[in-house]
């Protein structure tokens, strides 16, 4: 029973924090719009079960990288609240890893689609 609340305890927490991204960070909610968008294209052109999860696949990695790149954001405004050199890079390599994923997602979003759209 003690096993079942630490997990409901963890599975609160972290519902917490998905809770903030999607209030408070942009990025993430411009994101998950895509990622709406993605879904009701799979629907809409009845993609195949492979296509699905490479498409689900993405759009969670996506997220995955933008709550990283948050997540490092955060931690360097605490440790070095005045902008030192490292730290404005570092907050550019996050957000570059997030720009990548999102090339990729889009790339294999086009493979994907465009056959269904012509």
């Known amino acids: 029973m003690a096993r079942i609340k630490e997990f409901l305890k963890s599975f609160a927490n972290a ?18 719009i ?3 968008l993605a879904v ?4 809409y052109f009845r993609v ?3 296509e699905m999860i490479v498409v689900v696949t993405m759009i969670m ?8 790149n ?3 954001e955060r931690i360097i405004d605490i440790l070095k609240p005045s902008v030192h050199p490292y730290a404005r890079l570092i907050k550019d390599l996050m957000a570059a890893s997030v720009l990548l ?3 990729l997602a889009l790339i294999i979003g086009l493979v994907i689609f465009i ?3 012509f």
């Open 61 to 68: 990695a996506v997220l995955v990288m933008e709550m990283l």
């Open 40 to 43: 009701g294209a799979m629907i």
């Open 70 to 72: 948050t997540i490092i």
């Open 15 to 32: 519902m917490r924090g998905l809770k903030y991204a999607i209030k408070n960070e942009k990025n993430f909610q411009h994101e998950l």
């Open 48 to 50: 195949t079960r492979l």
């Open 34 to 36: 895509v990622a709406i």
């Open 115 to 117: 056959p269904h759209i």
């Open 101 to 103: 994923t999102s090339i």
